[in-house]
């Protein structure tokens, strides 16, 4: 079965790097922070990496942990959806209508260029608290959405739309077949950096407007009686979550791909199987011009 050269891509044997190298990269920071906390030898201002791991199981034990953990990931996850539909939505009527793209483009600059506090403080006042994580993640994770969606499209070859312009292919199988093959290497690197931005930006809102059952409230109560290991305790979690939530995004985008490639194979396979083809196409004219010889 064929697949993708999209998906050939990303399993390049250099691209992959063995394991034992990256848990080494891993023990190497954690013996560089083990040796710096000895140095400081002080942990109101760094916490050991045994004392941190020891909060974090403790972490791991009581409810209110996952309740927390539950209430922010919903959070974040609500706004980073909402930002992908909304700047999928945009970016292909950016490139379907060039004056969308003159109206969108300082906006998207904009998004990109006010702080994430400053946003968060109009966003307390305009929301509340109760969706201010929603909306932070939303709109630091729209022009990254909006931007990989537009260059995604502009990236489809010119010839395969001439050449669906020619048979003229129904609007729906040409957004199925050519533009969105061409679209998911774009939205796969766009979701790797957006799910790391959407995680980034809701925690510091969080921190800020202290919604109640969120990761950013608990970091504020640790900065505020200098726990130190609960501080690094829950920056592990948020750590873990972006993790996770990152290879969900970026499997299921995978396996989309892979149903693409899957299903243009099948029809590959079904053609040779029942005949068809350039070989058959001539074996047909032949036939076709014999009979008429016949027939003269």
Do not use: H
């Not at 000895?38 to 916490?47: E, H, R």
């Amino acid at each position: 079965m064929r697949r993708s050269i999209i998906w050939q891509s990303k399993n390049r044997p250099g691209d992959r790097k063995p394991l034992w190298k990256k848990a080494g990269a891993v023990l190497f920071w954690i013996a560089l922070w083990k040796l710096v906390s000895l140095a400081v030898d002080n942990p109101i201002v760094l916490a050991a990496p045994e004392s941190a791991a020891a909060a974090f199981l403790r972490l791991l034990a009581q409810a209110d942990f996952w309740k927390t953990v539950t209430a922010s990931g919903l959070r974040i996850l609500g706004g980073l959806l909402a930002s992908g539909a909304a700047g999928i939505a945009l970016g292909g009527a950016a490139y379907r209508f060039p004056l969308a793209e003159i109206l969108l483009a300082p906006f998207m600059k904009l998004l990109r260029a006010v702080p994430v506090a400053s946003f968060v403080i109009l966003a307390l006042v305009w929301v509340g608290t109760e969706g201010l994580t929603f909306a932070v993640v939303a709109v630091a994770v729209l022009p990254i959405l909006y931007t990989s969606t537009l260059n995604g499209l502009r990236a489809v070859p010119t010839q395969m739309l001439e050449v669906a312009q020619v048979f003229r292919i129904g609007s729906w199988r040409r957004i199925w077949y050519i533009y969105r093959p061409s679209l998911l290497p774009f939205l796969l690197n766009a979701a790797s950096i957006a799910v790391g931005m959407s995680w980034k930006a809701g925690v510091a809102a969080e921190v800020i407007g202290i919604p109640d059952w969120s990761i950013g409230e608990r970091l504020y109560m640790a900065k505020i009686y200098l726990e130190m290991d609960q501080l690094f305790a829950w920056t592990a979690a948020v750590l873990l979550l972006s993790v996770v939530y990152e290879a969900a995004f970026l499997r299921l985008l995978g396996l989309l791909g892979r149903r693409v490639s899957g299903s243009a194979a099948a029809k590959t396979d079904g053609r040779r199987g029942s005949g068809n083809g350039p070989a058959a196409d001539e074996r047909e004219k032949e036939a076709g011009y014999g009979r008429g010889n016949c027939g003269g």
